[in-house]
């Protein structure tokens, strides 16, 4: 029999907005989203580095629109499931490692 008191989890939702799903690694979704900031803070630094340096404005457009998909992957790990936090934490671990190697 239910208890009345505490609710029941067949009628609860899945996902409240602003809270975590169910299931979800709260440390694995704070480094994903870490991940995914440092991303946009390398391509911050670029950006103000390319303005400095008298870029073309397609090159600062460029850099502009990677940036702004990074904001994008970060705002879509507010309701992301357990899978698609791990699925971003690892694409974002690859792009940072390749945005700080020496070659590019």
């Known amino acids: 029999m239910h208890d009345p008191a505490t609710p029941d989890p067949q009628s609860a939702p899945d996902h409240t907005p602003g809270q975590l799903p169910d299931g979800q690694d709260a440390a694995g979704h704070e480094a994903a989203v870490e991940l995914v900031e440092k991303v946009i803070a390398w391509y911050s630094r670029r950006i103000l580095a390319e303005r400095r340096a008298g870029a073309a404005p397609e090159a600062l457009s460029e850099l502009a629109a990677q940036r702004q998909a990074c ?34």
């Open 71 to 104: 904001v994008e992957d970060r705002d879509r790990l507010e309701d992301a499931d357990t899978k698609e936090t791990a699925r971003l934490a690892a694409l974002y671990a690859a792009r940072l490692k390749d945005l700080e190697s020496p070659s590019s």
